[in-house]
């Protein structure tokens, strides 16, 4: 490409406004990039963890469950919301077993446990949903302020046409299409965000419902002793309480 056109160009001969809406695209791109991979990373650690469910429900007993839910090398032990959940509703199970009787009189174990594992999948949630607010503003904003870059290129373009008195296509069209590029720039910037919230949305909801399914058989053991089973004639597994 002639030097003479392109970025390159855009930026030696823009003003301090154009060169701040291209920084400004340019910094939106770089976060939302951040966000699509360190997210991704997450929900693949999420569904490494959820896989280990069956293990813990094959445990010996509930520590040996909780620490087989544990990742190997997980350096981020502190956001295994599988092990969180267990922990959370085998807290809450010890606590009303020791606590008195008004709270029994005022709400039943299963209420109680219920109340611990919503917490902790609200919790959960949160966290999944942590820096998908950057990507759904950088698809919805960045393509105006690109367009916004149009717009202030082409008005210096026209300045500078209309001041040197040559009309003529050549002289027009480079100007032009420089200009262009900005909004060509903020399309770039805001397809990947789209696409990677969408894509992490999805993610996060099959990891809620995993979470939810394995709070929800946690709850029955929690309360009963045992596990349920989606299928009536499939036999039941439990462990001893720890």
């Not at 040996?64 to 919301?81: H, I, S, V, Y």
């Not at 001041?163 to 296509?169: E, K, L, N």
């Not at 709850?219 to 002793?225: L, P, Q, S």
């Amino acid at each position: 490409m002639d030097s003479q056109f392109g970025l390159s160009h855009v930026w030696s001969q823009g003003d301090w406004i154009t060169r701040s809406v291209a920084l400004l695209l340019l910094g939106m791109s770089i976060a939302s990039w951040v966000v699509i991979v360190l997210k991704a990373m997450d929900l693949m650690r999420c569904r490494k963890q959820a896989a280990l469910t069956e293990d813990f429900w094959r445990s010996a007993d509930l520590a040996e469950g909780l620490n087989r839910l544990n990742l190997p090398k997980d350096k981020r032990p502190q956001d295994n919301f599988f092990r969180a959940l267990a922990e959370e509703g085998r807290e809450a199970a010890l606590h009303h077993r020791n606590a008195k009787a008004t709270l029994h009189d005022s709400l039943d174990v299963s209420d109680w446990v219920t109340r611990s594992l919503r917490n902790s999948i609200d919790h959960a949630t949160a966290k999944l949903q942590g820096g998908l607010a950057v990507l759904a503003t950088v698809g919805s904003t960045s393509p105006f302020i690109g367009l916004f870059g149009t717009v202030w290129g082409i008005y210096h373009a026209l300045l500078s046409i209309g001041a040197s008195g040559q009309a003529s296509i050549d002289q027009v069209a480079g100007p032009i299409g420089e200009a262009l590029i900005m909004t060509a720039f903020g399309l770039a910037v805001a397809i990947p965000a789209v696409l990677g919230n969408n894509a992490l949305v999805r993610g996060n909801k099959a990891v809620l419902g995993q979470l939810n399914s394995f709070a929800h058989d946690l709850h029955a053991y929690f309360v009963t002793g045992a596990r349920v089973h989606s299928h009536a004639k499939q036999k039941v597994v439990s462990m001893k309480k720890a």
